[in-house]
């Protein structure tokens, strides 16, 4: 026998009740559906999974301000075929400490992130030192590669609410990515942004995307430099080999940044970008002084 579950309506009874949870009002309801299966082998997930039932963590309450966080499906004793359904909703959701409500009832969405700082290990293999002096032997030429160095990078991670229209691309194309322009007061492409996961749900009664970011500063920028130096140079068009007395050995030498030969003291650095930029403050909401 195919089973048919029918959804009769919701019936009258019902609760609603206003608490106090972590210096936060919240709002909880009950509602009650009448439910009738031609099958008395129907179990109760699928009376509770019927067309009609409010879905959890999905269905808002009539006034929009809570949503679905239980079911539970009960047969009357006297006649079988019938169920009676009672839907639980909160605006409790999920409890979150990583955005401040200002006690208006605002939206997520328009909640300052609080960030979390912390220190990540980077190795960087660098060109210069840290008076910008570069890394040259004795002859002034410089070191293959450059130095390594490890250095703790200050990080700083927060969970941001936005907008459920925001598209799962919007979010993909923000990861790694690098500040155009300055941003929380300091230099362009000194911020680089990652992102730890997002995810679409309903929060105090809203729905929205929970976005993890991390922001991890580099007072040097994240350029990446790179000698200008090789096994031959540009001049009048060709290419003439650094040396002609056996060009088969390859001597590598300097540029001069524009393809020309270069001063064998004075090394001279090209930038490379390895990450986008985008410009944080246009979605970002931290502001200076946030961090």
């Not at 190795?123 to 910008?132: E, L, N, P, S, T």
């Not at 995810?199 to 729905?207: I, P």
């Not at 056996?246 to 300097?254: T, V």
């Amino acid at each position: 026998m195919t089973t048919t579950i029918t959804v009769r309506g919701q019936k009258r009874e019902g609760s609603g009740r206003v608490r106090k949870s972590k210096d936060k009002l919240l709002f909880e309801e009950t509602y009650i559906f009448s439910v009738y299966t031609n099958n008395l082998a129907a179990t109760r997930l699928q009376v509770l999974g019927a067309s009609g039932i409010p879905v959890i963590g999905q269905t808002l309450s009539a006034g929009g301000r809570a949503v679905c966080v239980g079911l539970s499906a009960d047969r009357n004793p006297t006649n079988a075929y019938e169920w009676t359904v009672t839907a639980e909703f909160s605006s409790e959701v999920e409890e979150d400490s990583s955005g401040s409500d200002d006690g208006q009832g605002n939206p997520p969405t328009d909640w300052i992130p609080i960030a979390e700082m912390s220190f990540e290990t980077y190795q960087f293999y660098k060109q210069k030192d840290i008076d910008g002096k570069p890394y040259v032997n004795s002859a002034g030429y410089p070191f293959s590669g450059g130095i390594p160095e490890t250095r703790t990078i200050a990080k700083f991670d927060f969970d941001q609410f936005e907008a459920p229209t925001l598209k799962l691309e919007d979010i993909i194309d923000r990861n790694e990515t690098v500040n155009r322009g300055a941003f929380l007061g300091k230099p362009q492409k000194t911020w680089k942004l990652t992102i730890a996961g997002a995810k679409l749900g309903f929060y105090y009664g809203y729905k929205a995307w929970r976005i993890s970011y991390s922001l991890a500063y580099n007072p040097d920028t994240w350029i990446v430099q790179v000698c200008d130096k090789g096994p031959f140079y540009i001049q009048n068009g060709r290419k003439i080999p650094f040396s002609t007395i056996a060009p088969q050995q390859n001597h590598i030498g300097l540029l001069n940044g524009q393809g020309g030969a270069g001063a064998q003291n004075s090394p001279v650095y090209i930038d490379f970008n390895q990450y986008q930029m985008l410009r944080f403050s246009d979605f970002i909401k931290l502001k200076t002084g946030d961090i």
